[in-house]
Nanobody, 125 residues
Framework: VQLQASGGGAVQAGGSLTLSCAAS????????MGWFRQSPGTEREFVAA????????WYADSVKGRFTISRDRDKNTVHLQMNSLKPEDSAVYYC???????????????????WGQGTQVTVSS
């Protein structure tokens, strides 16, 4: 499966952005879709995940209540709606897909088999 992320940009604190991740190729194995982010000098950090079977979602505590992950089934696209953005949300955001990952492991980057190219989000204060 190939993943194409888009929608990054620069906004002021308190603003909103929507990231999209379009999947192509053999998407049948993309049961779990996730978003991660990485700032310079830090490890890749889990942001949110969505499981296609059952529609379960997971969020990092730092974004809960502000970010929403959703799926456009017809377009094989996963979106990340980001509201009330903070400067600490600035990072390169990556989408990822994987098989059915057990609940306790959806936050682990190593569980995902395919990754998009990343899109930059910059939030200024």
């Amino acid at each position: 499966v190939q993943l194409q992320a888009s929608g990054g940009g620069a906004v002021q604190a308190g603003g909103s952005l929507t990231l999209s991740c379009a999947a192509s190729g053999d998407t049948s194995s993309s049961v779990t879709m996730g978003w991660f982010r990485q700032s310079p000098g830090t490890e890749r950090e889990f942001v949110a995940a969505f499981r296609r079977t059952g529609g379960n979602t997971w969020y990092a505590d730092s974004v809960k209540g502000r970010f929403t992950i959703s799926r456009d089934r017809d377009k094989n696209t996963v979106h990340l709606q980001m509201n009330s953005l903070k400067p600490e949300d600035s990072a390169v955001y990556y989408c990822a897909s994987g098989p059915r990952i057990i609940n306790s492991a959806v936050r682990l980057a190593g569980q995902y088999s395919s990754w998009g190219q990343g899109t930059q989000v910059t939030v200024s204060s």
